[in-house]
């Protein structure tokens, strides 16, 4: 009974002076409110320039960035409006000493006010902890932003409940148990919010893409370096410049290429095939080999490997007047060797990955030979340059082994 004893004296004076009961209660709650709320903006004011000055002094103390990240993102300043809030709760019993029913509406504001002013805290915190933790080099291509979202979606899930709890004047826990009957309609306004905090979830316990990965998805056209993952949405930055903006949940339910695995490697695939035409396929003469021996890469490899054969079929008595019998070199094996040599020395190949020409199945265009190799440069452009180079040398190697590139006939080309 204090407090509306004090809240109370105005009321006795105005009567003393003469005004009527009626007008003494109203002049009374109007005065009384009206220096309620200077006082509180006053106290506002005073605790905002202590706490500015604290937390400036304690930002120039203090080697961390953790309270410079709190001052941008103003928590001391929403940490100084508590204690007027609490003042304006002390206060309003005095002030609606008369009207109850004015009492409890009051109650409510400040009350809802307090769960917006938590939740406001706790935004800024969470923003001030995600700042910070974004300049430590071990946390930079984690989604920080994800983690954020999902802690702001359970504090305003819960704020949303407490405030409809404070509204409806029903108890937190009763109010609960009634929204389970709801829960299928929350679910299916939510779903999309569901569906990315869920994936956020996996996508970060299974580490399937980090800011910074290249990562290909055809479904969203999506080619080029992932900046932003939070809990509904992926933002890749594609190599023209433009955004793409994805799911989150179609990470884990759609099919996309992650190419980190290849950039933190030691180099990154060439797989790529000329098409030969079947018909200049050929066993070497000797004249032939002869030629070929003016090729300084395989020189070697031919004297060895002629030699060997014409041990073998010295040994089994081939009759070679018909070049078919025993054992024979032909002009695409030879030419299958030349490249491996040619890209054992190539200085862009990195030799201590898989290096190998291997020849594929036949098609009705001819027999693709296909080099499968590793630049030691993974960059994009230098990639490119690399594959035109040995590409542009093997093409035109062909005609020195007498083999023949396939293509389609001009009448083809013409009609097609």
């Known amino acids: 009974m204090e407090k509306r004893y004090w809240g109370h004296f105005l009321h006795d004076i105005l009567v003393d002076k003469g005004v009527p009961e009626n007008w003494a209660i109203y002049l009374n709650v109007i005065i009384l409110l009206v220096l309620g709320i200077v006082l509180v903006f006053l106290v506002d004011f005073v605790i905002w320039k202590i706490l500015r000055k604290f937390s400036a002094a304690m930002a120039k103390r203090t080697k961390t960035n953790f309270d410079n990240f709190a001052v941008t993102n103003r928590l001391p300043r929403f940490l100084a409006h508590i204690f007027p809030l609490l003042l304006a709760l002390e206060l309003a019993p005095m002030v609606f000493y008369d009207f109850q029913y004015a009492e409890n509406i009051a109650f409510k504001v400040l009350n809802i006010l307090g769960v917006l002013l938590a939740l406001r805290i706790a935004r800024s915190f969470f923003q001030t902890v995600r700042d910070y933790l974004k300049t430590l080099p071990r946390f930079k291509d984690k989604p920080i932003d994800s983690y954020i979202q999902v802690f702001m979606f359970f504090a305003w899930a819960a704020g949303i409940m407490t405030i409809l709890a404070i509204v409806t004047g029903t108890d937190i826990w009763k109010f609960l148990t009634g929204l389970g009957a709801a829960s299928a309609i929350l679910l299916l306004i939510f779903r999309d919010t569901i569906l990315g905090f869920v994936a956020s979830i996996q996508v970060s316990i299974n580490d399937m893409v980090r800011i910074g990965d290249w990562i290909t998805f055809e479904k969203y056209g999506a080619d080029g370096d992932v900046i932003e993952i939070n809990l509904a949405t992926v933002k890749v930055q594609n190599f023209d410049k433009t955004i793409t903006t994805i799911p989150t949940y179609a990470l884990i339910s759609d099919s996309f290429k992650n190419w980190r695995g290849m950039q933190s490697s030691g180099g990154r695939r060439i797989k790529r095939a000329v098409i030969l035409k079947q018909q200049s396929i050929r066993f070497l003469t000797p004249d032939t080999i002869e030629e070929l021996k003016q090729i300084e890469l395989i ?49 862009a190949i990195n030799d201590d990955m898989i290096l190998m020409t291997r020849q594929l199945e036949p098609t009705s265009q001819g027999i693709p030979l296909e080099i499968y190799a590793f630049s030691s440069d993974k960059r994009w452009q230098n990639y490119e340059y690399i594959m035109a180079d040995i590409f542009d040398h093997v093409l035109a190697a062909v005609p020195y082994f007498n083999l023949e590139v396939f293509e389609l006939p001009t009448a083809l080309k013409t009609s097609s």
């Open 299 to 347: 020189r070697d490899y031919l004297d060895d490997r002629q030699r060997k054969i014409d041990l073998s079929n010295e040994e089994k008595g081939v009759d070679k007047s018909v070049l078919l019998n025993g054992r024979n070199m032909t002009n695409l094996g030879v030419f299958r060797k030349y490249i491996e040599s040619y890209l054992e020395s190539h200085s």
